[in-house]
């Protein structure tokens, strides 16, 4: 009977502790979404980048002053 009032005794304990193990798993994933959220973010913005710097390279190689006029009014063409 002994074995049995010790193991009452601990039952609250133990909802206590996984009710609070509960909350934090909840906490942390809510983190990791917003973590994983701005990590798209900041992958996104790096393609960006890489494509404008691939352009910048390419566009610094022509060295035709007409297909760089011809360029130049294609990507205003985009931009508008």
């Known amino acids: 009977m ?4 010790k193991d009452v005794n601990y039952q609250p304990l133990a909802s206590e502790i ?3 193990l ?5 906490q942390l994933k809510a983190e990791l979404k917003d973590k994983q959220e701005n ?6 913005l790096a393609d960006r980048y890489m494509y404008r710097q691939r352009i910048i390279e ?3 190689k022509l060295n035709d002053k ?3 006029k ?3 009014a294609y ?3 985009l931009s508008e």
Do not use: F, R, S
């Open 2 to 5: 002994n074995g049995n009032a």
């Open 22 to 26: 509960q909350k934090e798993n909840e």
């Open 66 to 68: 007409e297909l760089l």
């Open 58 to 60: 390419c566009t610094l």
């Open 70 to 72: 011809c360029v130049y």
């Open 39 to 44: 990590l798209d973010i900041c992958v996104e």
């Open 75 to 77: 990507m205003k063409k």
């Open 18 to 20: 996984i009710t609070d």
